[in-house]
C-alpha cells in the first residue's frame, strides 16, 4: 500500500513537471521589480546580450589638422 | 556602496552550476535560443538515463562507489570547464549518478525495505509542488532569498567537508549523522535547502528562456536541475533512514 502511494506520488509529480514546466511563469512571478537579475553579477555574464550604439553624427577624423 | 556589495563579491546562486562565467552571442535566431520545452525535456532525458544508471546499480552495488567518484568529476568538469559542452557532460553526468544512486538505494533497502520508494516519491512531490508554487507565483525568489540559499548551501558543503576529512582521522561531527532529534532537525535543514535550490533552477531556466540564452543552455538548466534533485533525494534518504532507525 505504502509502496503504490508513492508510486502514485511520483507518478503524477513527473506529469505536473511535464507539463507545468512548459507553461511560462504567471505574470505575479515575472513583473517584479525585486527579481533576482542573474546578468547583474560580477562573475557571470549569461544574460549580457546588449549592444553598445553611440547615437549621433559621425565625423570624420583629420589627423593631418594640426601638422 | 551597494546594498548587496557581499552578493557583488561572492555570486548570490546556491548551485555552484550557476558561478560560471559565459558570453552570450547577442541576438540570435529563434530555433537558437534557449525555451522552456527545451529545458523539460532535456531534464526528462536526464532523469530516464538516471533511472537507468540506478537499475544497473540496483543489480551491480558494487558499481556505487566508482560511478558517484566519476559522477562528481563529470559535474565538476561541466561547471568548471565550457557549459556549451553540458550536452555532452551532462548525460554521463545523469547515468553515472543514477548507478550510485541505485547502489545507495539498495543498501538503504536492505536495513530499512520500502524507503527507496518513499525518497522517489517525496523528491519529485517536493519537485512538483514547489514548481506550482513557482509558476503561480506563491514563491518569489529575490535577490536576499537567493543569498540566503547561497550562504546556507555553502555552510552545509563547508561542514560535509571538514566531517569527511575528520572521518579520516577516526573522528567526525556526529550530531549530523545522528538519528536524535538534532540529527533529524539538521536533515530537515538540509532537506528544505536543497528543496529551496530547486527554486533557484527554476528561475535561472524561466529567465533563460526569457532573455533568449543560447541553446545549449538548456542542457545547463536541465543538469543544473539534476543536480538538486539528486542532491534532495540523498537527503531525503538521510533523513527517513534516521526516522526509521528510532
Redesign the interface.
Known amino acids: 500500500m505504502n509502496a503504490i502511494f508513492f508510486s502514485i506520488l511520483a507518478i503524477f509529480s513527473l506529469f505536473v513537471f511535464m507539463n507545468l514546466g512548459k507553461i511560462k511563469a504567471s505574470k505575479k512571478q515575472m513583473d517584479r521589480d525585486d527579481r533576482i537579475k542573474w546578468g547583474n553579477r560580477r562573475r557571470t555574464s549569461f544574460f549580457k546580450n546588449k549592444t553598445t550604439i553611440v547615437e549621433g553624427k559621425a565625423e570624420e577624423v583629420k589627423d593631418d589638422k594640426d601638422k | 556602496m551597494s546594498k548587496h556589495s557581499a552578493?557583488?563579491?561572492f555570486?548570490?546562486s546556491g548551485n555552484p552550476a550557476?558561478?560560471?562565467?559565459?558570453?552570450?552571442?547577442?541576438?540570435l535566431p529563434k530555433t537558437e535560443r534557449m525555451t522552456?520545452?527545451g529545458?523539460?525535456n532535456k531534464?526528462?532525458i536526464l532523469?530516464s538515463l538516471c533511472f537507468a544508471g540506478a537499475f544497473i546499480g540496483w543489480n551491480i552495488p558494487a558499481l556505487a562507489m566508482p560511478s558517484l567518484i566519476i559522477g562528481t568529476i563529470l559535474a565538476f568538469v561541466t561547471i568548471f570547464r565550457n557549459p556549451s559542452k553540458a550536452g555532452t557532460t551532462a548525460p554521463f553526468y545523469a547515468g553515472f549518478e543514477g548507478v550510485a544512486l541505485g547502489g545507495i538505494t539498495v543498501f538503504a533497502e536492505a536495513q530499512y525495505p520500502?524507503i527507496g520508494?518513499?525518497a522517489?516519491?517525496?523528491?519529485?512531490?517536493i519537485?512538483?509542488?514547489l514548481?506550482?508554487c513557482?509558476?503561480?507565483?506563491i514563491i518569489?525568489?529575490?535577490?536576499n532569498?537567493?543569498l540566503m540559499i547561497f550562504s546556507a548551501t555553502m555552510g552545509i558543503a563547508l561542514l560535509y567537508l571538514v566531517s569527511f576529512i575528520m572521518s579520516f582521522f577516526g573522528s567526525g561531527i556526529g550530531f549530523i549523522h545522528s538519528n536524535g532529534l538534532f540529527g533529524i532537525g539538521f536533515s530537515l535543514f538540509v532537506v528544505g535547502i536543497a528543496a529551496l535550490n530547486l527554486v533557484?533552477d527554476?528561475?535561472?531556466i524561466?529567465?533563460?528562456a526569457?532573455?533568449?540564452?543560447p541553446k545549449y543552455?538548456e542542457w545547463y538548466g536541465a543538469f543544473s536541475l539534476m543536480v538538486t534533485l539528486i542532491w534532495l533525494y540523498i537527503e531525503i534518504l538521510r533523513l527517513l533512514m534516521k526516522l526509521r532507525s528510532r
Do not use: C
Open positions: 552578493l557583488n563579491t555570486g548570490r550557476f558561478t560560471r562565467n559565459f558570453d552570450n552571442t547577442g541576438a522552456l520545452d529545458a523539460v531534464t526528462a532523469l520500502g520508494i518513499q522517489i516519491g517525496l523528491t519529485f512531490g519537485l512538483a509542488s514548481l506550482f513557482y509558476k503561480s507565483g518569489k525568489p529575490t535577490e532569498f537567493r533557484l527554476f528561475d535561472f524561466e529567465e533563460g526569457d532573455q533568449g540564452l543552455m
